[in-house]
């Protein structure tokens, strides 16, 4: 149960330092010494995130990638802005850390949509099946390396990308319970951490999905790796993992110096010190992960000669989320159609061949990533695929033309009327006799 007599005090003492001028002009202490370098650290990371961000807003030749791309480089600007009023606003810190929290599960959902766009762009017709369409199964990665997954699944395309998004829930509310507890006086992130304390409950649920989520990461990422060479998938995804990383790490250290090598002050407890170095420490670290992303998601890929965009559109596309929404609404379409064993939800989607020139049919990659050729994020049965994207997006974007569609639904792979001949068992001495079945 939550005690609200347990949390410490860090807020008590009366507000000094309001002011970064003092009477007799600026006294350089430490705090004050720390506030210009987070000050300065934060306009710096503000500017290369600008000038990376302005690049791309120039050349927004591919938004399915690029609209993701934005999301992510705003990571370090983010985290930079919020870290210097965090240190500034010191008695404040939890709050600020909070928000800051939030963003990061947007990152994190951004770039699987990114992965996806890329693993698309690789293959004819800009189809995601020929990427897949002949993977095997494969061991998941540590932990789980003695659990075996077969990609073509219906269910495990779905989970996949769920185990991602989730993130984008959960973290977000998170923060939200988390404020209001703070508020209420019962959050007590200072301390000793126990579950009499809303913290723990709240830190214990953050760390199981945020472990999903970059589980989820790991595992796209070893499924597809060789359709993402040249993409450079590994730096940018260490972009975000490290100051993901770095962040909680770093904190974790502060906590433990608490007490033992940091001392409260006259005006500072032990927990706002800690928190100020923490803040302080995030403000440098943006200025190199800003730099890093300047390289590892650079917009020289996007340009064509001669040709540029206006701004105002790929901002826009980057804080509208509802393609978020999209993606997530269809993935719980498809587990409530799981749980009412709708055939889609159990068996192949995707009509191919065997290695006898046979058809067989399999569940369709990009039906469950949502990246068809203007497709939908989920399988509507028996109906025509809109060549529009606007159904899932801002606007249209270019996955496919017209008559790639045409060809693709000629091909058999969007049909869902008919009859299917099944492939026939070679038994000896028996001929078969079934007949065909609807698919």
Not at 55 to 84: C, D, K, W
Not at 233 to 252: A, D, N, R
Not at 310 to 322: K, Q
Not at 393 to 401: E, N
């Amino acid at each position: 149960m939550v005690n609200s007599t347990l949390c410490p005090s860090d807020n008590s003492e009366t507000v000094e330092q309001d002011s970064f001028w003092s009477n007799n002009g600026i006294d350089w202490d430490a705090h004050r010494v720390g506030w210009l370098i987070a000050g300065v650290c934060a306009v710096v990371t503000v500017l290369l995130t600008v000038i990376n961000v302005l690049q791309h807003a120039r050349h927004y030749t591919n938004p399915g990638e690029q609209r993701q791309i934005l999301r992510v480089l705003y990571m370090p600007a983010v985290y930079a802005v919020i870290s210097f009023f965090s240190y500034r606003y010191f008695r404040s810190y939890t709050y600020y850390s909070l928000i800051e929290s939030a963003y990061e599960s947007v990152t994190l959902s951004a770039f699987l949509l990114l992965l996806i766009e890329y693993v698309a762009a690789t293959t004819k017709d800009h189809n995601v099946d020929n990427a897949i369409s002949s993977k095997e199964k494969k061991k998941l990665p540590l932990p789980f390396c003695c659990l075996r997954y077969r990609p073509t699944k219906a269910y495990f395309m779905y989970t996949l990308k769920w185990s991602v998004l989730q993130y984008v829930i959960i973290r977000p509310l998170i923060s939200i319970v988390g404020i209001i507890c703070q508020a209420e006086g019962v959050l007590c992130e200072s301390g000793s951490w126990s579950f009499k304390t809303a913290n723990a409950y709240l830190e214990v649920v953050d760390g199981v999905s945020i472990t999903i989520a970059l589980y989820g990461l790991i595992i796209f990422y070893a499924l597809t790796k060789e359709e993402l060479q040249g993409k450079r998938p590994l730096s940018k995804f260490l972009s975000i993992k490290l100051i993901v990383m770095f962040t909680f790490y770093q904190g974790l250290v502060f906590d433990a110096l608490e007490g033992r090598v940091i001392h409260a002050t006259e005006y500072w407890t032990e927990t706002n010190i800690a928190d100020g170095l923490n803040a302080l420490a995030t403000c440098i670290e943006m200025v190199f992960f800003s730099g890093f992303m300047l390289w590892s998601f650079s917009a020289s890929e996007y340009k064509q000669s001669g040709v540029t965009t206006r701004i105002w559109r790929p901002l826009w596309d980057s804080i509208n989320y509802s393609d978020f929404g999209v993606e997530i609404v269809g993935s719980l379409k498809f587990f409530w159609d799981y749980m009412r064993h709708k055939p889609y939800t159990r068996g192949p989607r995707v009509t191919t061949v065997d290695a006898d020139g046979k058809p067989f049919t399999r569940m369709n990659f990009d039906e469950a990533f949502g990246v068809a050729a203007n497709g939908r994020p989920y399988t509507s049965y028996g109906a025509d695929v809109d060549l529009s994207d606007e159904n899932i997006r801002l606007a249209p974007y270019s996955y496919g033309s017209p008559e790639q569609a045409v060809a693709i639904k000629a091909d058999g792979i969007e049909s869902s009327e008919g009859l299917v001949e099944p492939r026939p068992l070679d038994l000896p001495g028996r001929k078969s006799s079934r007949s065909p079945t609807l698919r």
